[in-house]
C-alpha cells in the first residue's frame, strides 16, 4: 500500500467514541494502512460526547467558514482535527452546532432516533468532501464506515459526480450488522433529490430504513466488504448479486493479507 492515498470516512472511530464493531474496524483498518506505508485520512462527526479537551482537538479555522446547504438551508461547516496519540494518524472531525452539539451520537436519553439523523447524514456526506477539496489531497479510494456515512457514494457519484479531483477515485463500502429499528425521516429521498440526485438512482429510499441505506450506498459504490459475520441474509443477497467486487467476512487475525490484497486487486 506504499503511497496509496485511502480516505477514511465513518460514523465512529475509537478512541473518541466507544468501542463496537464499526468504531473498531474504523481505527484498526486505517492503522494497518497506515503501518503498511500508505497515506491516510480519516473523517469523522463531532459528536457532542467526544471530551474536546482529554483528545485534544482543534479547529482549523482555514478549513472552517463555508456554509453547506442541507435542504435549501444554509448550514455552517466547522472543522476541527486531532491526532491519534502515538499512531501519526490525523482524524478531522465534521462539526455543525445545530446538529452535532447534542451529548449522544443517533438517538436521544430514550433510545429514539434524532428526527434530524437524515440532515445531519447529508450534511456529513458534503462537508467531507468539501474539506477534501480544500485540502486538495486527492484520495485513491475512500472507504465508507457505518450508515451515517452512507449517503457519501450517493453525493460522490452525483453531486460531485464532475469534480476533475476525484475523477479516478474508488469508493469502497463496509458493510455491518449494525443497523437501527424504524426509518429515518420519509422525506430523506425529497431532501437528497433537492441536491439533483435523480430519483430513479435512490428510489430504494422512499422507505429510508436501514438496509436500504446500505442498499444504496453498496449501489453508489465500486467495491464492497462484508465487515459483519452475522450479515442479513437480505443484504449479504443483495452484496452477491449487486456485480460489484466484494470482500466475504474475514476474521481480524486475517484481514491485513485480504485487505490489502483487495485494494489491490479488486479496487484499484
Known sequence: M????????????????AENEVSIM????????????????I???RYGNINERRHQLHEVIRLS??????????????????????ERIQVYFIDNDEYFKRKATFTDEEGKLYSDNDERAIFFAKGVVETVKKLNWVPDIIHVHGWLASLLPIYMKHYYKDEALFSDTKIVTSVYAQSF??????????????????????SVLEQPNYENLIKASVEHSDAVIVASENLSSSLTKFIEASGKPFLPFIPKEDY??????FYKNKVL
Not at 474504523?26 to 485520512?41: A, T, W
Open 2 to 17: 506504499e503511497d496509496k492515498r485511502i480516505l477514511y470516512v465513518s460514523s465512529e472511530v475509537v478512541p473518541y467514541l
Open 26 to 41: 474504523s481505527y484498526d483498518v486505517p492503522k494497518m494502512v497506515n503501518d503498511l506505508g500508505g497515506q491516510i485520512r
Open 43 to 45: 473523517f469523522m462527526p
Open 65 to 86: 467558514g463555508m456554509n453547506l446547504v442541507v435542504n435549501d438551508l444554509d448550514m455552517p461547516l466547522i472543522i476541527k482535527v486531532a491526532s491519534i496519540p502515538k
Open 181 to 202: 429499528e424504524g426509518n429515518l425521516d420519509m422525506e430523506l429521498i425529497n431532501k437528497i433529490k433537492f441536491d439533483g440526485v435523480p430519483h430513479e438512482s435512490i
Open 256 to 261: 491485513p493479507e485480504h485487505y490489502t490484497n
